[in-house]
Nanobody
């Protein structure tokens, strides 16, 4: 079983950048397809991006395509989300998820989740 811990959230001005990290422990992250979701209070968790176990396939929500980049370093057991040109509507708690069977997708129920890291975007 893998444990996931996100970091890197914080306060940023609109138009700025942040890089989130998701560190895996307990089992090699290379065994998992990984993804990022985000959630605003009162709303459902929203798919942001996903990456397959080897890093060769990536997927993005339309709302972040061209601004966010998902990547992973299996040697470091860490996944990243580089967020550029942040908008007010990107503010949320960001969660990383891992799934040994499928690449995370919108609406998916994946077995492993981190505790989340908050991103606040100011105008």
């Amino acid at each position: 079983q893998v444990q996931l811990v996100e970091s890197g959230g914080g306060l940023v001005q609109a138009g700025g950048s942040l890089k989130l990290s998701c560190a895996a422990s307990g089992r090699a992250m290379s065994a998992y397809n990984m993804g990022w979701f985000r959630q605003i209070p009162g709303k459902e968790r929203e798919f942001v991006a996903a990456i397959n176990w080897g890093g060769g396939q990536t997927y993005y929500a339309d709302s972040v395509k061209g601004r966010f980049t998902i990547s992973r370093d299996n040697a470091k057991n860490t996944m990243y989300l580089q967020m550029n040109r942040l908008r007010l509507e990107d503010a949320a708690v960001y969660y990383c998820t891992g799934d040994p069977l499928v690449i995370p997708y919108p609406g998916g129920t994946h077995p492993y989740w981190g505790q989340g890291t908050r991103v606040t975007v100011s105008s």
